[in-house]
């Protein structure tokens, strides 16, 4: 008889605690329920890290051609960080740069797909510089374009990165390079040569003044005639911002060639973009351009002129042939608020002019000149080239042949 006893309260016992179990599990899933409701959407998910990228480069004189690739290279995840290679590893393995570390870190921080900049990267991949990128900068791959880098050794430079299976390849830009840029330079040099006997100040005065030099359309015109580059619509729609001025939006207008895209445009058009809520940039014509700066301007056509500015990061809107004088109609049609004008510019004589471009913000009281940042202007970068022009043709030479078979018989149509 106890021992029943002993066995009925056991079995009481056991009830009760399984009861306090399935009602403790039943209040602790409605309290988890109702807080996962209380809290906003996606708390309970771990947050995905973003997929890092890196690509570096000299970036010297840098193009629209560069812009692209870094645009792809952005495409691949979610952070472009980019390494700009320093002066003296580009003397080791190039010949000297056309620009130095601190402008080229200026055009490179300023390309609206960059995230993040390393200065004096190395120019080939090592062990270390990679393990320091995967480690201590979070990089998940490495970027380059689908054209040859190979060092002096006849080595690749991406061949570590590769083998590691984190390298990926973009396509590269057709129809320009820094090198292409520096040879329609010196092409002058080359065809002036017999007659001038090197003589740099002559032809410091051609690129002015405007002598004539041999075109391959075999025309006299004005403008540009080395670049092979066909543009497209899908490209300019590419490095767009796609987005117009709002309402009520303060819109600056600056114009200029902003030929041979350097640091000295950059710094301007950061403190025009800094005057207002939208930075329309006006590009003129290369006719334009040749009319007032010499019949070897631009160095650049207009598409190549209006893609550089267009990849940067202060500019909203690029008018693609603007008008040499700015006149009250455009200032209506595009609602602007604010004419600005740099300082340090090649065409600072306009108020000596008869017909001043800007004499119509100037009557209504809208023209603000900008004190420029840097000294330089696009004759920099020429003379730059010109005093030392030897050099340069030393660099445009000291390709491997896998690179001159790569650049050969190249048909230059704007890339992916």
Known sequence: MVSELGRSENLQQGSRLVATWIIGGVVFGLSALALSLALPQGVWKRKKRPVRVYMDGCFDMMHYGHCNALRQARALGDQLVVGVVSDAEIT????????????????????????????????????????????????DYIIHGDDPCILPDGTDAYALAKKAGRYKQIKRTEGVSSTDIVGRMLLCVRERSAADSHNHSSLQRQFSHGHSHKSEDGGSGSG???????????????????????????????????DLFHAGHVEILRLARGLGDFLLVGIHTDQTVSANRGAHRPIMNLHERSLSVLACRYVDEVIIGAPWEVSKDMITTFNISLVVHGTVAEDNDFQKEKSNPYAVPISMGILKLLESPLDITTSTIIRRIVSNHEAYQKRNEKKTESERRYYEDKIYVSGD
């Open 224 to 258: 540009t005639r080395v670049s092979h580059f066909l543009p497209t619509s899908r490209r300019i729609v590419q490095f767009s911002n796609g987005k117009g001025p709002g309402p009520d939006a303060r819109i600056v207008y600056i114009d200029g060639a902003f």
């Open 92 to 139: 080791a393995n190039k010949g000297p740069p056309v620009t130095p570390l601190n402008e080229r870190m200026i055009m490179v921080s300023a390309v609206k797909w960059v995230d993040e900049v390393i200065p004096d990267a190395p120019y080939a991949i090592t062990e270390d510089f990679m393990k320091k990128l995967f480690d201590e900068y979070n990089i």
